[in-house]
């Protein structure tokens, strides 16, 4: 008899909502299962993340994808937070047709200066990016994400943290009960479903996921190849590139690129 087939895992998801009367948009979530696999994203790749990046960078994954969850589904979205203290940048980004979200922090080589900045770019297909720049106070992750609402959304937004990997956002729309919004706190989302006309509206899938591998990473480095191979190998036969996306390690050897720049040679590329 043939073997039974193991039913898929759940994906992780997050339920939209529309708050009737106080018209505002809601969406909460525990993020659990999204930490397993960024956490399995560490081990695979042996990275070491310093505590209070961590925390900052899960935190701030968690507004991301909460924020991926109430945009259009056509969008690839892409956050660099510049912290001055701690000195680190977040970087998340997420394509909003699949639900992939992914994100990284950089600690070394991060430029000091008089403020933190929130950068956002959005791409819609053939549409030229649209980049917002927002300089924010503090090290809160979800003050900037708030900030970055208030000044480039041009709509008010509120992150809350509900414990340690449940978060919530409330967004406002149109003609929204401003002093129910300024007032909510995290006892009343709790049991917001109870006390207000909470009706769903769509669920998402949120995934960790790149899209990184082994050949784009070589597309990435074939320009520096055929300008100067030295300069790129060092002497070395073998190097050890990260993607700048999530980190991701990939060993490229001189043998890789060559066979990869002859291919291209051999399309007329």
């Given at each position: 008899m043939p073997e039974a087939e193991l039913p898929n895992e759940p994906a992780f998801t997050i339920v939209s909502s529309f708050v009737r009367e106080r018209n505002v948009l809601f969406a909460m979530a525990n993020f659990s299962d999204l930490y397993v696999e960024y956490y399995l994203h560490l081990k695979d790749?042996?990275?070491?993340?310093?505590?209070?990046?961590?925390?900052?960078?899960?935190?701030?994954?968690?507004?991301?994808?909460l924020h991926c969850v109430s945009r259009p589904r056509n969008e690839?979205?892409?956050?660099?937070?510049?912290?001055?203290?701690?000195?680190?940048?977040?970087?998340?980004?997420?394509?909003?047709?699949?639900?992939?979200?992914?994100?990284?922090?950089?600690?070394?080589?991060?430029?000091?200066?008089?403020?933190?900045?929130?950068?956002?770019?959005v791409a819609k297909g053939n549409k030229p990016i649209h980049r917002s720049v927002v300089p924010f106070e503090g090290n809160d992750p979800l003050a900037a994400v708030e900030a970055f609402y208030a000044m480039s959304e041009q709509r008010p937004a509120r992150f809350f943290r509900l414990d340690t990997e449940t978060f919530a956002i409330i967004s406002?729309?149109?003609?929204?009960?401003?002093?129910?919004?300024?007032?909510?706190?995290?006892?009343?989302?709790?049991?917001?479903?109870?006390?207000?006309?909470?009706?769903?509206?769509?669920?998402?899938?949120v995934k960790w996921e790149c899209g990184c591998n082994q050949k784009r990473i070589l597309q990435a480095l074939e320009p520096v190849w055929r300008q100067s191979s030295d300069e790129l190998f060092l002497?070395?036969?073998?190097?050890?590139?990260?993607?700048?996306?999530?980190?991701?390690?990939?060993?490229?050897?001189?043998?890789?690129?060559?066979?990869?720049?002859?291919?291209l040679k051999e399309k007329g590329e």
């Open positions: 790749n042996k990275i070491g993340m310093d505590p209070r990046a961590d925390d900052l960078l899960k935190t701030t994954l968690a507004a991301f994808s690839v979205l892409a956050w660099t937070i510049n912290f001055q203290d701690p000195l680190l940048n977040l970087f998340l980004g997420g394509d909003t047709e699949i639900g992939s979200v992914v994100g990284r922090a950089f600690t070394e080589n991060v430029k000091e200066a008089e403020e933190n900045v929130f950068y956002q770019e406002a729309h149109p003609d929204y009960d401003e002093e129910w919004f300024r007032d909510l706190t995290e006892d009343d989302l709790r049991v917001l479903s109870v006390t207000e006309q909470v009706n769903p509206l769509e669920t998402r899938i002497g070395e036969e073998l190097i050890e590139v990260n993607c700048p996306r999530c980190a991701g390690k990939y060993r490229i050897s001189k043998e890789m690129m060559e066979a990869y720049d002859e291919g």
